[in-house]
């Protein structure tokens, strides 16, 4: 754990060949060989083809390692389903650092005003926040296996389907 949390908050923590390097196992194949693990949290897809519907530009920021995201499109086809997947290297920071915002701003082009912004790492809300993302929510329930833990701080959602307009 204290590797690990050594380089908690900088590129080295979601890099997978970093990690690779420091434990000596292929981490990237690992990530393949549990791939039946990755898939959609339950309400996600649906919330997807909502938000395309209703004509709105998706954008997913992740801090994920490019290797990792790209064993989890193949798996679920998620690229497809948005505009753009933007990885914590293409921005040169992780979402929870304030360097992160106006670098991801600059890339993607958007008004943080207007800007939806959903996650469950408090510290990456707390970063959009302070850069000024108009509509941030928590995302209490992680993954479809975990029970919901709400936000003291942040208004939080156990599903997407709850945010949408009627």
Same mark, same amino acid.
């Given at each position: 754990?204290?590797?690990?949390?050594?380089?908690? $908050?900088?590129?080295?923590? @979601?890099?997978?060949?970093?990690?690779?390097? +420091? *434990?000596?196992?292929? &981490?990237? #194949?690992?990530?393949?060989?549990?791939?039946?693990?990755?898939?959609?949290?339950?309400?996600?897809?649906?919330?997807?083809?909502?938000?395309?519907?209703?004509?709105?530009?998706?954008?997913?920021?992740?801090?994920?390692?490019?290797? $990792?995201?790209?064993?989890? @499109?193949?798996?679920?086809?998620?690229?497809? +389903? *948005?505009?753009?997947? &933007?990885? #914590?290297?293409?921005?040169?920071?992780?979402?929870?650092?304030?360097?992160?915002?106006?670098?991801?701003?600059?890339?993607?082009?958007?008004?943080?005003?207007?800007?939806?912004?959903?996650?469950?790492?408090?510290?990456?809300?707390?970063?959009?926040?302070?850069?000024?993302?108009?509509?941030?929510?928590?995302?209490?329930?992680?993954?479809?296996?975990?029970?919901?833990?709400?936000?003291?701080?942040?208004?939080?959602?156990?599903?997407?389907?709850?945010?949408?307009?009627?």
């Amino acid at each position: 754990m204290s590797m690990y949390r050594s380089v908690e $908050g900088e590129l080295a923590w @979601t890099d997978l060949h970093y990690w690779t390097e +420091q *434990v000596q196992i292929d &981490v990237v #194949a690992m990530h393949r060989e549990l791939d039946h693990m990755i898939g959609f949290l339950p309400d996600a897809e649906a919330f997807l083809l909502s938000l395309r519907r209703l004509g709105k530009r998706v954008t997913i920021l992740t801090n994920a390692h490019r290797a $990792g995201v790209e064993v989890k @499109t193949a798996k679920t086809g998620l690229h497809r +389903q *948005v505009d753009r997947i &933007v990885d #914590a290297f293409e921005v040169g920071w992780l979402k929870m650092r304030s360097e992160y915002w106006p670098t991801c701003q600059e890339l993607v082009g958007f008004d943080p005003s207007r800007a939806l912004y959903i996650d469950d790492d408090e510290q990456c809300l707390a970063a959009a926040e302070q850069f000024g993302i108009g509509r941030i929510f928590h995302r209490s329930k992680s993954s479809s296996q975990a029970s919901p833990v709400p936000s003291a701080r942040f208004h939080s959602i156990e599903n997407f389907q709850s945010i949408l307009p009627r």
